[in-house]
């Protein structure tokens, strides 16, 4: 079967960095996708990694292993409008997502 | 600029009863998808069409159906509902069906089936 495993929910501290991490198993691999959706909100496009490595976007990087099966998705300098789930998903061998349940991140003060 | 509108927001629905859920977007995307949202799983893709006129079977399509008449529109109809449809439905598009082709949601639609 296809899996995808993240943290239920994690806390940080505002101003901190904080490393969500996505583990996958699956049919085949086309891509991994993370996305960023606040309660009650559509779910909203962070980034997309194919090739092994880091890729820095402001203060959000992504990054992926193939070989280990692994993505982390890293928030730096944590802001309170940070406070959101973070989607893992991955794109199998028919071109379908898999989606993680998604990690809820609790910023505090 | 609207992008992806869901219509009702929320709706209460009786058991056995039939429902559209209303999808329009603006965006001229070529695919679009129903999504269901449940608490501790992971987005689960109920249909999907790539194009206006097709439409595929997502993992979970059973109890509900999908029209594309046109690129605009992609109402998803559960034709009897029951409790276990109680859920939040997404609506997304996508301009193509590409690997790495970002797809945009709609604010969902929060259905209680009572």
């Known amino acids: 079967g296809q899996n995808i495993d993240q943290p239920t929910e994690m806390t940080a501290t505002e101003g901190a960095i904080v490393q969500i991490n996505c583990t996958y198993q699956?049919?085949?691999?086309?891509?991994l996708f993370w996305y960023q959706q606040h309660a009650g909100e559509a779910p909203t496009f962070l980034s997309y990694?194919?090739l092994d490595g880091l890729e820095e976007k402001g203060r959000f990087s992504s990054f992926l292993s193939r070989s280990k099966g692994y993505s982390y998705l890293l928030l730096k300098e944590l802001q309170m409008k940070d406070s959101a789930s973070y989607l893992c998903?991955?794109?199998?061998?028919?071109?379908?997502?898999?989606w993680g349940a998604g990690t809820k991140l609790i910023i505090k003060p | 600029i609207a992008g992806i509108t869901q219509a009702p927001t929320s709706q209460i629905l009786a058991a056995g009863r039939r429902m559209t859920l209303r999808c329009t977007q603006d965006?001229?995307?070529?695919?679009m998808y129903w999504y269901r949202q449940d608490l501790g799983l992971g987005l689960r893709l109920i249909h999907y069409s790539n194009t206006a006129g097709t439409t595929g079977k997502g993992e979970v399509p059973d109890g509900y159906s999908v029209s594309r008449a046109n690129t605009d529109d992609f109402p998803l109809t559960l034709a009897s509902a029951v409790p276990s449809q109680t859920s939040v439905y997404f609506c997304?598009?996508?301009?193509?069906?590409?690997?790495?082709?970002?797809?945009?949601f709609g604010q969902g639609t929060r259905l209680t089936v009572v």
């Open positions: 965006m001229r995307h070529n695919a």
């Open positions: 699956t049919s085949g691999f086309n891509g």
């Open positions: 990694n194919v």
């Open positions: 997304a598009s996508s301009e193509g069906t590409g690997p790495n082709t970002e797809a945009f």
């Open positions: 998903a991955v794109v199998d061998s028919n071109y379908q997502l898999i």
